[in-house]
């Protein structure tokens, strides 16, 4: 059972910088995608930011350059932490985020509508910026 637990969020002026982490205790980092999701009112959820097995990261063109995701194993190896710090944030960054999981490879946070096949979320954190 993958459990995700998100932190981090709330609000900020424009241009101001915000970050999120999001616990992975069962040790998924290896196997899965994980990364971002957000959606603000009325709009479809879409992909932020991702990264895969093999570190490697991705990131929706409207944040590249801004954002930036990584993850970081604790000492005791107790879980692994998912972190997306976000800077140079606008009105528009304003959603709710989600941490998200999927076996193998990324592409669902990156194809329409990818985000109805993702099984595995993070109980969302919110986002505002005004």
């Known amino acids: 059972h993958v459990q995700l637990v998100e932190s981090g969020g709330g609000s900020v002026q424009a241009g101001g910088s915000l970050s999120l982490s999001c616990d992975d205790t069962t040790h998924i980092y290896s196997r899965y995608c994980l990364g971002w999701f957000r959606q603000a009112p009325g709009k479809e959820r879409e992909g932020v930011a991702a990264i895969d097995g093999d570190g490697r990261t991705s990131y929706g063109n409207s944040v590249k350059g801004r954002f930036v995701a990584f993850r970081d194993n604790a000492k005791d190896n107790t879980k692994n932490t998912l972190y997306l710090q976000m800077h140079a944030l606008q009105p528009d960054d304003s959603a709710m985020y989600y941490c998200?999981?999927?076996?193998?490879?990324?592409?669902?946070?990156?194809?329409?509508?990818?985000?109805?096949?993702?099984?595995?979320w993070g109980q969302g954190t919110q986002v505002t910026v005004s």
């Open positions: 998200a999981a999927t076996p193998g490879r990324c592409e669902l946070f990156w194809v329409p509508g990818g985000f109805n096949h993702v099984s595995n």
